[in-house]
């Protein structure tokens, strides 16, 4: 059975940083594309970041581009997201999410592994 645990989700005041992992068991995560997707309150899911199997390609929604870095330690079996400059709407769940397949789009429906997801609340 696949599992994802997200960690690093915190609260911290705006313009700070967090860092959140996600990390796999029981499959082998490095052949699959990842990705973030966050849910804030009375919101629908949202598409965050994506990357491939490698790494060598990454995707990021218009509201996080040069904010928010994601990647990958495929030696173990974890995927990061970056969080920097962070501002009050960036506040929600944020569930790491993964793929059977080696690339992925933004939808959810891309997306076959769900964790439990992680709190991230900015304070303004």
């Known amino acids: 059975q696949v599992q994802l645990v997200e960690s690093g989700g915190g609260l911290v005041q705006a313009g700070g940083s967090l860092r959140l992992s996600c990390t796999t068991s029981g499959r082998t995560a490095s052949s699959y594309a990842m990705a973030w997707f966050r849910q804030a309150p009375g919101k629908d899911r949202e598409f965050v970041a994506a990357?491939?199997?490698?790494?060598?390609?990454?995707r990021y929604a218009d509201s996080v581009k040069g904010r928010f870095t994601i990647s990958r330690d495929n030696a173990k079996n974890t995927v990061y997201l970056q969080m920097s400059s962070l501002k009050y709407e960036d506040t929600a769940v944020y569930y790491c999410?993964?793929?059977?397949?080696?690339?992925?789009?933004?939808?959810?429906?891309?997306?076959?592994?769900w964790g439990q997801g992680t709190q991230v609340t900015v304070s303004s």
């Open positions: 990357i491939s199997w490698s790494g060598a390609t990454t």
């Open positions: 999410a993964g793929s059977r397949f080696r690339y992925s789009g933004s939808d959810s429906t891309d997306f076959h592994y």
